[in-house]
């Protein structure tokens, strides 16, 4: 059975071309979410075994809650939050998730395409 993922993001259009861009990856299974409803219908059946949020999920939701609410119930759970932010408008808010989840992978900046949106996911997997 193939390693399942969650990818969260409030956006139809990021939803559908991650769909295509790792459509055939035998890799993972992409599970699309796009708010706190779908997020905690899937919990219910499902436990993900990484996840890739985006950092601004629109309604006065961050990717950062939607991480803590992941790391409470799944503590190791690899998770990556991705934006198009610069580094220096997120970096507080990634200070200030740190503190509330304890653990958490160094930040860091990594160019995320089309081109290599499967190998990034794979990478998260692989720890």
Not at 14 to 39: C, H, M, S, W
Not at 91 to 117: A, F, H, P, R, S
């Amino acid at each position: 059975m193939k390693p399942i993922v969650f990818y969260i993001d409030d956006s139809d259009d990021a939803l559908e071309l991650a769909k295509y861009i790792v459509k055939g990856d035998e890799r993972f299974e992409l599970v699309l979410l796009q708010n706190t409803e779908q997020l905690n219908k899937a919990l219910k059946t499902t436990k993900p075994a990484a996840a890739l949020i985006d950092l601004n999920l629109g309604n006065d939701l961050t990717g950062t809650i939607v991480a803590l609410k992941l790391r409470t119930k799944y503590p190791e759970l690899p998770i990556a939050i991705y934006t198009s932010y610069e580094k220096g408008r997120v970096q507080k808010l990634l200070i200030n998730l740190q503190e509330k989840m304890g653990k958490m992978e160094t930040w860091q900046k990594v160019d995320v395409g089309v081109d290599n949106l499967a190998d990034c996911i794979a990478e998260l997997l692989s720890g």
